[in-house]
């Protein structure tokens, strides 16, 4: 994940609040005209998660790209789980996760079924 100071640098990334393990932030994803997402990004727990939402609606693939590239590296994999139904937290009907281990290799399917 970015550091603080290159989330902070980034356009269109709003911070409203920063923690020790993490920020609040309103992004606008420039892939939606007018509209800004709600994000929480943070690193603690061995994991670099950050979930977007909105208030009436799901965020797009183009929008979860977008805010991925505004949070990660470019090099960076991260991914969004589909987890095991037993696993199922639904806090809010319209948010989605990105995650990455922080100390792990996140495993790959080979380039060409990408």
Not at 34 to 49: C, E, F, K, P
Not at 72 to 90: G, L, R
Request: with cysteine; net charge neutral.
């Amino acid at each position: 994940m970015k550091s603080l100071e290159e989330i902070r640098n980034t356009p269109r990334v709003q911070i409203t609040r920063t923690a020790e393990d993490g920020v609040s932030a309103f992004v606008n994803p420039a892939v939606s005209k007018g509209t800004n997402l709600r994000v929480i990004a943070s690193w603690g727990g061995g994991w670099d998660h950050v979930s977007v939402s909105l208030p009436n609606r799901c965020p797009t693939w183009a929008e979860m790209a977008a805010v991925k590239d505004m949070f990660f590296k470019p090099d960076e994999v991260a991914v969004e789980y589909h987890p095991a139904e037993t696993d199922y937290v639904n806090l809010h009907p319209f948010c989605l996760h990105i995650w990455r281990p922080q100390t792990e290799t996140m495993p790959k399917p080979p380039k060409i079924y990408v």
